[in-house]
């Protein structure tokens, strides 16, 4: 039977993090991913899943030792945002001309960053990378945890990490509830080629139905989209002859970046709120998805799964210098807290942004215009907006340093 101090279920993006993150700790990670290994070439056509990485991912991704990696596999700096209701009056801008033209974030292929973490933990000699892995048995001990995998082999640990995703295998094993609610809303992504040039801007449009983002790529007329809105209305989107969906989505998208053409295949998700009640048990510990799933109007999924992922590094570093038993549910609280904190603050505001502009009623409608616009327009408010879109305003310790 192997032992590790550590087995994270799901070599995902933020599972990788995790496991990178713990270098120098002198702890032993082993991670059991489901899949195969990621590959990336840079020959592969543009992936339809991308995420919108901002600063404070950037950060860790820098002391993980990946980014530059991220950056010469393929990224695309965006320097603007523009956020407007279809059809009125109501817009906010901002540019990243006060932070001297660094960039508000980037956006990523989900397929690169997972293929640069992987590409890292496979260098790094305290991880054990086990693809194709098939968890059949958990159990908790007292001071262990164990693991079975469908080939027969065994494994034991001080403490166990679901990183596995929406659908988490380890948190259902755990019995740890889930408080979930549907968004009514499935979202569709494609590559889009448009007439205009998106001049590195990130552009969100509500109407009513839904929520349309062009995200911008390196090449200047090509966008990643995410339309969210209800499920039929999705899947015909989806289905629809391509140049009748072009049509409607220039339209919607109020011919901002003028005519559009297809790019790519069209998918659609479903979108569900979780929030799991515990972030941490005996022996257990909670992060990305596995945790909390959040609509992606504001592009911030991983992100907040990153942000677990740099406070269970601090935490778990900290507790082995001062030589505690890492997977004490006690030690895990001040993780567990703080991360139920910032997923709770995140669920609540997705919430309110969809709820606010769901529907056409005038009064609402004129309700918003005047709130976008007065946001655009006050002093003081783009600044607040712009911290929470760089993700700085809530780093972790770990981070700072
Ligand atoms: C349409 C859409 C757009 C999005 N856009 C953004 C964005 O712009 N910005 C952003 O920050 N976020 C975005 N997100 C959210 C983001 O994609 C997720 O938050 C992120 O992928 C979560 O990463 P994770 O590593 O926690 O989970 P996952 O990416 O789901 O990884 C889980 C891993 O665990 C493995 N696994 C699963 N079960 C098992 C098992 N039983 N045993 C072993 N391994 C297992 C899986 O194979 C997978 O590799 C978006 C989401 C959607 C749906």
Same mark, same amino acid.
């Given at each position: 039977?192997?032992?590790? %101090?550590?087995?994270?279920?799901?070599?995902?993006?933020? &599972?990788?993090?995790?496991?990178?993150?713990?270098?120098?700790?002198?702890?032993?990670?082993?991670?059991?991913?489901?899949?195969?290994?990621?590959?990336?070439?840079?020959?592969?056509?543009?992936?339809?899943?991308?995420?919108?990485?901002?600063?404070?991912?950037?950060?860790?991704?820098?002391?993980? %030792?990946?980014?530059?990696? =991220?950056?010469?596999?393929?990224?695309?700096?965006?320097?603007?945002?523009?956020?407007?209701?279809? %059809?009125?009056?109501?817009?906010?801008?901002?540019?990243?001309?006060?932070?001297?033209?660094?960039?508000?974030?980037?956006?990523?292929?989900?397929?690169?960053?997972?293929? +640069?973490?992987?590409?890292?933990?496979?260098?790094?000699?305290?991880?054990?990378?086990?693809?194709?892995?098939?968890?059949?048995?958990?159990?908790?001990?007292?001071?262990?945890?164990?693991?079975?995998?469908? @080939?027969?082999?065994?494994?034991?640990?001080?403490?166990?990490?679901?990183?596995?995703? #929406?659908?988490?295998?380890?948190?259902?094993?755990?019995?740890?509830?889930?408080?979930?609610?549907?968004?009514?809303?499935?979202?569709?992504?494609?590559?889009?080629? /448009?007439?205009?040039?998106?001049?590195?801007?990130?552009?969100?449009?509500?109407?009513?139905?839904?929520?349309? +983002?062009?995200?911008?790529?390196? @090449?200047?007329? !090509?966008?990643?989209?995410?339309?969210? /809105?209800?499920?039929?209305? #999705?899947?015909?989107?989806?289905?629809?002859?391509?140049?009748?969906? !072009?049509?409607?989505?220039?339209?919607?998208? @109020?011919?901002?970046?003028?005519?559009?053409?297809?790019?790519?295949?069209?998918? /659609?998700?479903?979108?569900? #709120?979780?929030?799991?009640?515990?972030?941490?048990?005996?022996?257990?510990?909670?992060?990305?998805?596995?945790?909390?799933? =959040?609509?992606?109007?504001?592009?911030?999924?991983?992100?907040? &799964?990153?942000? %677990?992922?740099?406070?269970?590094?601090?935490?778990?570093?900290?507790?082995?210098?001062?030589?505690?038993?890492? &997977?004490?549910?006690?030690?895990?609280?001040?993780?567990?807290?703080?991360?139920?904190?910032?997923?709770?603050?995140?669920?609540?505001?997705?919430?309110?942004?969809?709820?606010?502009? +769901?529907?056409?009623?005038?009064?609402?409608?004129?309700?918003? @215009? =005047?709130?976008?616009?007065?946001?655009?327009?006050?002093? &003081?408010?783009?600044?607040?907006?712009?911290?929470?879109?760089?993700?700085?305003?809530?780093?972790?310790?770990?981070?700072?340093?």
């Amino acid at each position: 039977m192997q032992s590790y %101090d550590i087995i994270i279920a799901g070599g995902g993006m933020v &599972g990788l993090a995790v496991a990178c993150g713990l270098k120098d700790s002198g702890l032993s990670v082993a991670i059991l991913e489901q899949g195969a290994a990621p590959s990336f070439t840079p020959q592969d056509p543009l992936s339809v899943r991308v995420s919108a990485i901002n600063r404070a991912s950037q950060r860790l991704l820098e002391k993980l %030792d990946v980014w530059q990696d =991220i950056l010469q596999m393929r990224a695309s700096c965006y320097h603007g945002m523009k956020v407007w209701e279809k %059809d009125s009056f109501g817009q906010i801008a901002f540019d990243d001309g006060e932070l001297g033209g660094h960039g508000l974030g980037y956006i990523i292929e989900n397929s690169v960053l997972h293929t +640069a973490l992987w590409r890292k933990a496979e260098k790094l000699s305290h991880i054990t990378l086990i693809p194709n892995a098939a968890l059949v048995q958990t159990a908790f001990g007292d001071n262990e945890t164990f693991v079975s995998l469908q @080939d027969g082999s065994m494994m034991t640990a001080r403490l166990m990490v679901a990183a596995d995703g #929406a659908h988490s295998w380890l948190r259902g094993k755990a019995d740890i509830p889930l408080t979930f609610w549907d968004y009514k809303h499935h979202a569709l992504v494609a590559n889009i080629r /448009t007439e205009q040039p998106h001049q590195g801007i990130a552009r969100q449009v509500f109407h009513g139905e839904g929520i349309l +983002a062009f995200l911008p790529f390196e @090449d200047p007329h !090509c966008c990643s989209i995410v339309w969210s /809105t209800e499920p039929q209305m #999705a899947k015909k989107l989806s289905l629809m002859d391509e140049s009748l969906f !072009c049509q409607q989505l220039a339209v919607t998208f @109020d011919m901002q970046l003028g005519p559009c053409t297809l790019s790519s295949e069209r998918k /659609t998700f479903p979108l569900t #709120a979780r929030y799991a009640r515990q972030f941490a048990s005996h022996r257990l510990v909670l992060v990305g998805d596995a945790a909390h799933t =959040i609509h992606p109007l504001a592009g911030q999924g991983v992100n907040l &799964g990153f942000m %677990d992922a740099a406070e269970l590094i601090g935490q778990l570093i900290r507790l082995q210098q001062e030589g505690k038993d890492i &997977g004490q549910h006690l030690y895990l609280r001040r993780y567990e807290r703080l991360r139920k904190l910032s997923a709770a603050k995140m669920l609540a505001s997705m919430q309110s942004f969809q709820d606010l502009f +769901a529907g056409q009623h005038p009064l609402k409608k004129m309700v918003r @215009d =005047i709130g976008l616009t007065l946001a655009d327009k006050l002093p &003081g408010i783009k600044p607040q907006l712009i911290k929470q879109a760089l993700g700085e305003h809530d780093l972790p310790e770990w981070l700072r340093k």
